[in-house]
């Protein structure tokens, strides 16, 4: 074997590949996909509170429960994003008695009422940037869902007549005045408990529970002091509720966030195999194409053996794909320096495996290997196929049964599964690249990786050698479109 | 020492017999012609000799021993089927198969544009081979068959698809490799090429030798024809073999296509004619050409004019 002869067969198809302009556009549209996906998403977020007027024309409490309940819901929202904030940075020793260190229960009225007795956001804030290190992101606070501006004059004023169209000109109003949906509570509430809800949308089911829930609680606190109870007995009867501890031994639920965090460079990294196979696999295609329709084959190998052009193609591919690859962590690194760390510091715990010295050649391995042996196959395809749509026709089927099980595995890591299908996919070396890679960061057992590893290298060995005899059988069959018998036939033909 | 001997080459496909038993050899500055019918087995032999495919059966020594691609850097090869990378500048593609042949680059890029000059092609040094003509792209291959300076240099029907000027050109770079020392083997069916350039030629019907020796070997294979303008009594001349009429002149003088008798010599039945007061107005000899002999051992299906 003439490793010269490889370099510069593997130097021709990369500098041929990255000749096309489909390389550059591929190459430089990833990372600014990317980087606009966060953006666009951000700009369609509906980051403005919907407001609502409640019009109580009762006279009595309904409102302020309405508008009390809400600021609950939101204040116990904002409590979860900031014990998940605190979980995730390891912060709990800024205030270890306060309701965001405690992370084993769902949120009760209790905590949340303990969360506003200690200070409330502010106070959290304060005492976790005491204890938080600098590179460490602050907490970002949820912006409330929900505003309940005072019914204007002009609704509060108008009679039953002129109420629909009143409501019809608030909802239509636009500006900073625009309100979404009108509540009214009749005069005659709670006698007469219909409450009329005008809405521009359909309104969110959410919302519609939590109105229901208070305005049923309210109900019912009137009928129970109305039976002779006092409003305190009342208020117990109405907030008796059992308390629900919640406990997430890891791997489970209650770390999985944690998990979650640490599988994304291998996930990312499974993706990244999968698109610069793609890729890089269907220009191979193109240059393997080109060669057999110019007629290019017998010059080349007049000089070379065919195992060191499919060598050489093969180098050439990998080239490819680690420099799309590298110069996509660049991109990624550009970004990470230019926004001061910010970003690095939200990575930093996603860059936990990469600690392991293990892990790290864990992923190296299955990464290499799982380029070649998919490569491989394209090279095969490429020295079957006369043209780019005969190509295409081998080339259809073998990416289907590769993406498909991919993109359901990916979708159960990060569902956290590790079922069947996953331990399928784990020892099927077609696929065992994808699953190995993923799994590396929400814990796969080293007997596992290293089972899986050997099976793959057979696997690789075994194509090597079959798809070698396939690649030299077919290079000089121009023209003939072989059966299955003459495939076989091909796979059996000893290296001559 | 041959540059190239094969013995008893044997090549299958299956049930097909492509090459049968086939023997010969190639000396230093000699010009070889490989010539037969389409299916003859020419280019499978070639592809055996460049270690491509391998015999079913028998010896090929190249240099001397096996065929092997560590002597692809003394063999230069034209394949009948041409094609380059259409993206590639002319020089860039001479100097990539220079260096798969094991040159350094910057003796393979001195080397090719010197032949890029010789095919006057030095101004398109650059140019993408897409935005070649044919015949120019076809120089540029064959300038990569002689970067390396080949001491064995094999060309599969070179000729084809080249204009007349072009088909010069190639006919001067076959005589100037020989020249250097270098064996040349050219496939062709095409007879005047072949007639022109060969020192030995080879002729071969479906995968079988028909011939191996030099043009007038072959020539010799059939026996020489007279045209003579002469009355009736020449058939009676010693030596005349057969005497058919081709045209009645008049006045008792015919054009005769006169066959001689085995071992007869022309010389002889001149004298003869002279000696017994046969009379001639016309006596001349025509010798049978490479095309005679190879519609006589190949068949007239199977030969380009």
């Known amino acids: ?496 | 020492m041959p540059v190239l001997e094969v013995e008893r080459l044997t090549k299958r496909f299956g049930e097909v017999l492509a090459v049968d038993d086939l023997s010969f050899a190639v000396q230093p500055g000699e010009i070889f012609g490989f010539l037969g019918g389409n299916g003859a087995g020419k280019t499978t032999t070639l592809r055996m000799v460049l270690d491509i495919i391998r015999p079913s059966a028998g010896r090929i020594a190249v240099f001397g021993s096996a065929p092997d691609k560590r002597n692809a850097a003394a063999i230069g090869f034209l394949p009948e089927e041409r094609g380059l990378y259409g993206h590639m500048s002319a020089i860039d593609t001479i100097i990539y198969f220079a260096r798969l042949k094991g040159m350094d680059a910057g003796e393979a890029r001195d080397r090719g544009l010197e032949l890029l000059e010789r095919f006057d092609l030095s101004d398109r040094a650059t140019a993408k081979i897409s935005d070649m003509s044919k015949g120019m792209a076809q120089k540029v291959q064959l300038a990569t068959a002689l970067v390396n300076r080949p001491e064995l240099l094999m060309l599969d029907e070179p000729f084809s698809g080249l204009d007349p000027v072009n088909q010069g050109l190639l006919e001067d770079e076959i005589l100037r490799a020989s020249k250097r020392g270098a064996a040349v083997i050219f496939s062709t069916h095409v007879m005047q090429h072949a007639e022109r350039l060969c020192d030995r030629l080879l002729l071969l019907r479906k995968g079988h030798k028909r011939f191996e020796g030099t043009l007038d070997e072959a020539r010799a294979t059939l026996p020489a024809r007279i045209i003579a303008v002469a009355p009736r009594s020449i058939a009676a001349v010693a030596g005349v073999g057969h005497a058919e009429p081709v045209e009645d002149l008049g006045a008792g003088w015919h054009e005769w296509a006169i066959t001689l008798a085995p071992d007869a010599e022309v010389g002889e039945v001149l004298e003869r004619c002279t000696s017994t007061g046969v009379p001639l107005r016309r006596f001349e000899e025509r010798r049978a050409n490479l095309h005679d002999v190879f519609v006589s051992l190949v068949g007239t299906a199977e030969v380009q004019p």
Not at chain 1, 59 to 67: D, F, K, L, N, Q
Request: glycine share 8%; proline share 6%; net charge negative.
């Open chain 1, 1 to 496: 074997m003439n490793r010269s002869s490889i370099m510069l067969v593997a130097g021709r198809e990369f500098r041929q590949i990255a000749a096309m302009k489909s390389f550059w556009l591929t190459l430089l549209l990833v990372p600014i996909a990317l980087a606009l996906g966060p953006i666009v998403g951000q700009a369609l977020d509906d980051d403005e509170a919907t407001r609502v007027v409640v019009l109580d024309r009762s006279g009595g409490t309904a409102r302020a429960a309405i508008v009390d309940r809400f600021e609950f819901e939101e204040d116990r929202y904002r409590l979860s994003a900031l014990s998940r904030y605190v979980r995730r940075h390891g912060l709990e020793e800024a205030d270890p008695q306060a309701p965001w260190a405690q992370h084993d229960r769902w949120y009760t009225a209790a905590d949340v009422a303990a969360f506003r007795a200690r200070g409330g956001m502010e106070a959290a804030i304060a005492a976790l940037d005491a204890v938080k290190p600098e590179e460490t992101a602050s907490f970002e606070v949820p912006e409330p869902q929900y505003e309940f501006p005072e019914a204007p004059e002009a609704l509060v004023s108008a009679n039953d007549e002129q109420l629909d169209a009143r409501v019809d000109a608030l909802l239509d109003s636009e500006g900073d005045e625009e309100v979404a949906t009108v509540v009214m509570i009749g005069r005659d509430y709670p006698a007469d408990p219909t409450i009329r809800l005008w809405s521009n949308e359909q309104p969110s089911t959410g919302f519609v529970t939590v109105l229901q829930d208070v305005l049923t609680g309210d109900l019912r606190q009137r009928l129970l002091t109305g039976r002779g109870l006092s409003p305190q007995e009342a208020m117990a009867i109405q907030s008796a509720a059992p308390a629900i501890a919640v406990t997430t031994p890891p791997p489970g639920g209650g770390a999985r966030e944690a998990l979650l965090i640490r599988s994304i460079v291998p996930l990312a990294l499974a993706y990244i195999l999968m698109m610069s196979l793609m890729l890089s696999g269907s220009w191979m295609l193109q240059g393997s194409v080109e060669e057999r329709s110019n007629k290019l084959l017998e010059s080349l190998l007049a000089c070379i053996r065919p195992e060191e052009l499919m060598y050489g193609k093969l180098l050439g591919a990998l080239a490819v794909g680690l420099s799309m690859i590298l110069v996509w962590l660049g991109c990624a690194a550009v970004v990470a320096f230019a926004t001061h760390g910010a970003i690095a510091d939200m990575i930093r715990p996603a860059l936990a495996p990469l600690t392991s010295p293990g892990i790290i050649l864990a992923m190296i391995y299955f990464f290499l290997a799982g380029y070649i042996a998919i490569s491989i196959l394209f090279v095969a395809i490429g020295a079957l196929a006369d043209s780019m749509s005969e190509a295409q026709g081998y080339l259809m089927p073998v990416l289907l049964a590769i993406l498909l099980p991919i993109t359901l595995l990916l979708q159960a890591i990060v569902m956290g599964e590790t079922g069947f299908l996953v331990q399928v996919l784990t020892w099927v070396p077609l696929w065992t690249p994808f699953a190995v890679l993923a799994r590396l960061g929400a814990g796969i057992e080293m007997w596992e990786i290293v089972g899986a590893g050997v099976l793959l290298a057979g696997f690789v060995w075994l194509e090597i050698v079959f798809l070698g005899r396939l690649f030299r059988a077919s290079l000089l069959s121009q023209g003939q479109k072989p059966g299955l018998k003459q495939l076989f036939e091909r796979f059996r033909a000893a290296p001559e």
